[in-house]
């Protein structure tokens, strides 16, 4: 039986309408994070926003609703702007607003982002819409070329900006933000607070409140524990690591993209399920990479911090910082991706002698006393059985310009093709493509039925994603 929320953290006791309040109920909010419930009642009265909180909080909620309540329906133009660091995080982005934005008939989200061709979006913005969710670098396009007007506009957010700082893009916010009204509401969410937070709200905030939660992650929740290793035996420990603790999705930190490569080849020989996430990948190798990792039907995914950023991935059990990262900051945001939303999760570090100093920096801005295991207490807890991920993806070439919907492709698999709903994992929907995880030990049998039948009524070409 679910606890009653109490009255501050009860959706009902902001000011939003009852069909708000009652889509919220449908889709499960019970009750506000710390982050919502500190930040919507200032968002919701006007107030322009800094607020402070890790991954996983629960802010795109807060920032969506108080834009949607700033929206009005009836005006087809852009009211809204939410600036992100990267493709992935911006795709996450207008999924959750277009599910939150279900309480209104007809509100049309876009999202702009780099990686994309430039002609499907200029015709979509043709076509007009009440909310955009882009990069920096894609949206200045957009107003250099005219393509996108933001008079309109009523709501900035600036979503990650500590880490659009990072990626260089304080000069395209600032040319952004002098293509909107003055007259406007900014809001503005980060998990950290670099010195560049405070020029972006010198310069582009009025009077706003300030909101802090703790950015470290909770100690009960996640369990740190460190290795001493040899250069020569760092890429073998991951795999020790793996076997010995199994989780079912790792996420392992590299300091640079040649250690991602190596690592990569170094667990695919292992028989481990691994991909690679760094620079030097096309935006669509990228975008496929993060799907089949954010559901579940890759066991690890080895990415360098910069890859990484705005990864936001549910039920991650471990976090293996196979380099120990020079910056605290950045340690702390690596680990911070495992034990959200209560559940525990592991971070385990692989420190030579000559990272010593730098984990003594750690434990002093952490306050913790490290927990050093031996790599020769690690043992294979499941012999013979590989770890290998419950699911896998296909990709069904058709995406949003054909109208695909994520309930065309359930249907297809479990009204016509007879599987269980708990055979089907997540659906992502882009342009073109559509990918959906399956059980594994469905899947090979799942892509040659559903390529010989039909999805909304047309035969489709399918695949089944390997390494």
């Not at 490569?261 to 399920?273: C, E, I, T, Y």
Request: aromatic share 4%.
């Amino acid at each position: 039986m679910n606890a009653i929320p109490s009255p501050a953290t009860d959706f009902s006791s902001l000011p939003l309408p009852p069909q708000a309040i009652e889509n919220l109920q449908r889709l499960g909010y019970t009750a506000m994070t710390p982050i919502q419930a500190a930040t919507l009642p200032l968002a919701l009265a006007g107030h322009d926003l800094i607020a402070q909180a890790k991954t996983g909080s629960g802010k795109t909620a807060a920032f969506a609703l108080a834009l949607l309540a700033n929206l009005n329906p009836r005006r087809f133009a852009v009211q809204a702007l939410v600036l992100c660091p990267t493709r992935e995080l911006a795709d996450q982005v207008t999924q959750e607003v277009r599910r939150l934005a279900r309480a209104e008939d007809h509100i049309k989200v876009l999202t702009l982002c780099g990686g994309s061709t430039m002609r499907p979006q200029l015709a979509s913005l043709e076509h007009g819409a009440h909310i955009v969710v882009g990069t920096p670098g894609r949206i200045m396009d957009h107003l250099d070329r005219g393509s996108l007007d933001l008079q309109a506009l009523n709501t900035l957010v600036l979503d990650e900006a500590d880490r659009m700082l990072d990626m260089g893009f304080f000069d395209d916010i600032a040319k952004v933000a002098q293509h909107c009204p003055a007259k406007r509401q900014t809001l503005l969410f980060s998990a950290t607070y670099p010195e560049g937070i405070g020029k972006l709200s010198a310069r582009f905030l009025r009077e706003p409140k300030e909101v802090k939660l703790a950015a470290a992650p909770a100690p009960t929740q996640i369990r740190q524990r460190f290795f001493e290793v040899t250069e020569a035996e760092r890429l073998h420990a991951v795999g020790l690591l793996l076997n010995h603790y199994r989780p079912v999705s790792t996420l392992a930190f590299c300091n640079t993209k040649q250690q991602c490569r190596d690592l990569v080849q170094v667990l695919r020989a292992q028989g481990f399920s691994a991909l690679e996430l760094h620079g030097d990948l096309e935006q669509r190798d990228r975008d496929q990479v993060f799907v089949r990792f954010a559901n579940r039907s890759c066991s690890v995914l080895v990415a360098t911090d910069i890859a990484a950023r705005g990864l936001d991935v549910q039920q991650l059990e471990a976090v293996i910082n196979v380099d120990i990262s020079p910056d605290v900051d950045t340690h702390i945001h690596r680990i911070g991706r495992t034990g959200r939303a209560d559940a525990e999760g592991w971070a385990f570090s692989l420190a030579s002698l000559d990272e010593m100093g730098r984990v003594g920096q750690i434990e002093a801005a952490m306050k913790l006393t490290s927990d050093w295991q031996k790599l020769d207490t690690l043992t294979d807890s499941q012999p013979g059985q590989p770890l290998r991920p419950p699911m896998a993806t296909l990709q069904i070439m058709g995406g949003r310009k054909e109208k695909i919907r994520a309930g065309d492709v359930l249907g297809a698999l479990t009204k016509d093709l007879g599987y269980a709903g708990s055979q089907v994992g997540k659906i992502s929907i882009n342009e073109f493509s559509t990918y959906v995880a399956v059980q594994a030990d469905i899947a090979a049998q799942a892509c040659q039925r559903l390529a010989a039948g039909k999805v909304k009524g047309k035969s489709v070409k399918v695949r089944l994603m390997t390494d």
